[in-house]
């Protein structure tokens, strides 16, 4: 028989047994039980538990400023939350992160754990509640429809913080492959087809700018996690919590986390409202969706290596096949468009939820939670992985671009505006009809001199509209 000590708490079920030495209680037992759901567990997200533990500190501060709390209650709570907001038990936060009841098991268990660290701090055993209770001194004045969405806002905002960081050191890679291609000219496509010319570095300044154009709209959806419902209670009426909560406890957020953190202009309507979850997966499915079409494209530039495109190499990762020798896939923009499909359909799963809101809350609100924390890591560990195994060691194919330019059809396009139309299409005509290259076909037919044609195509004039002193010979 194990002789593991034991306790016993109840709740308005009943009595249960578990093990004395462990900082979470009852209702959060319960919870385990309930939800054996998935394999995303609360302590696999660092930054929302550091974001109960910045409401709860909030709070505190908050009812031990109005007297709620004695000086021994607010110092313990407060020294067991600050332990916490350091990464310190955090193995104590085992709920599922889909959960029924609108979050009340993940806040339960937050009041729990702080309950009992502090009570170890007073000296005191675990489950002594009379001094220090989780509903009544750690969640004085609060309900899961307050405590709960406010701590997701921190921890989404500073996962935003987190997840910018990362997104920046991706566009700044692909910065320095524009810098170190920006003389390689290539051929550029629509359709799948030729196009014009133009250079590889331009290839990847157009992937860097238009990822960079999304910071701004993470910015902007996460300026909303900023707003709280500290003190709407229940349903936004503030029952509970005496006047001057809401204010108190939002101010003391705000000095907390640094943030410019605002309360509701209405707590009744906020309570219900979980259109910031909504608004930031979008601002990510943004991200997805263009770092989709860039992997994609990664893949047909650098398709080969002798019967593809083959405009530059990516980084040789594994072997490719289990039966084909030699083959090399590009595992690493393949594992990104992954991520990016599983961010768009967390995204639709976000939309979905947050429609679901009746009367004054969403009990939704966990798995848009979980959707949204999951999207942003999965998107921070994508960019990490695409900017250090496979940007990051990209080589151009220097001949093969020059090759695909001179043989191509496109190229006449750059040279319409001087050899005219009626040369232009006479030359597109026999290259499509000979399968010969436009390049050496302007040199036969003496249209123009090598040393002008070279001048046309040179990189620096296909980048940008430039007027060339150059006359057709014919």
């Known amino acids: ?81 600050r332990e916490i907001m350091e990464g310190k038990h955090h193995d104590a936060f085992p709920v599922d992160m889909i ?41 004085c004045a609060q309900s899961t429809n307050d405590a709960y969405p406010t701590a997701i806002h921190l921890g989404m905002y500073a996962t935003h913080l987190k997840l910018v960081e990362h997104f920046k050191q991706l566009i700044e890679s692909f910065e ?104 930031y997966a979008a601002a990510m499915k943004r991200v997805a969706v263009k770092m989709n079409k860039i992997c ?49 359909g967390n995204e639709l799963c976000v939309t979905m939820s947050g429609e679901a809101a009746q009367m004054e809350l969403n009990a939704m609100e966990p798995v848009m939670a979980q959707c949204d924390f999951e999207s942003a890591e999965l998107l921070m560990n994508g960019f990490d992985t695409l900017r250090t195994l496979c940007i990051e060691g990209i080589t151009a194919n220097r001949e093969r671009c020059a090759d695909y330019v001179k043989n191509s059809i496109g190229v006449v396009t750059a040279l319409n505006p001087i050899i005219g139309y009626k040369n232009s299409t006479k030359i597109a005509k026999e290259a499509l009809e000979t399968g010969r290259g436009v390049y050496e076909l302007v040199l036969e037919h003496g249209v123009l001199t090598k040393e002008e044609l070279d001048t046309i195509l040179k990189p620096e ?5 430039v007027k060339l002193d150059i006359k057709p010979r014919k």
């Open 1 to 81: 028989m194990s002789n593991q000590k034991m306790r016993t708490e109840s709740d308005l079920l009943g009595s249960v047994e578990m093990p004395a030495d462990v900082l979470y209680g009852v209702q959060t037992l319960r919870g385990i039980q309930n939800f054996e759901i998935s394999k995303f567990h609360l302590n696999e997200y660092p930054l929302f538990i550091k974001g109960l533990a910045m409401t709860k500190l909030g709070a505190a501060e908050a009812n031990h400023q109005l007297g709620l709390l004695t000086d021994e209650q607010y110092n313990a709570i407060a020294q067991a939350c």
């Open 99 to 139: 959960q029924g009841g609108a979050g009340t098991t993940t806040n339960m268990n937050a009041n729990e754990v702080i309950a009992n660290r502090a009570l170890e701090i007073m000296g005191h055993e675990h489950g002594e509640y009379q001094f220090c209770s989780p509903n009544d001194h750690v969640n």
């Open 176 to 279: 320095k492959k524009a810098a170190e291609f920006a003389d390689v000219l290539k051929m550029g496509r629509t359709q799948l087809e030729d196009a014009v010319p133009m250079t590889l570095g331009q290839t990847f300044h157009g992937f860097a700018s238009i990822l960079r154009d999304e910071i701004a709209h993470l910015d902007h959806a996460a300026e909303d996690f900023l707003t709280i419902n500290m003190g709407a209670t229940a349903i936004g009426t503030g029952i509970c919590a005496e006047p001057g909560y809401a204010e108190k406890c939002t101010k003391a957020i705000a000095e907390i986390t640094g943030w410019n953190i605002r309360l509701t202009d209405d707590l009744v309507g906020a309570t219900s409202d979980t259109s910031c979850l909504v608004g």
């Open 296 to 344: 994609n494209d990664l893949r047909l530039l650098a398709s080969g290596p002798r019967c593809g495109l083959g405009e530059f190499n990516l980084p040789a990762r594994q072997p490719g096949s289990s039966i084909m020798p030699g083959k090399v896939n590009p595992v690493i923009p393949e594992v990104m468009n992954q991520i990016a499909y599983k961010v768009i």
């Open 461 to 465: 004039n296909m980048i940008r509209p």
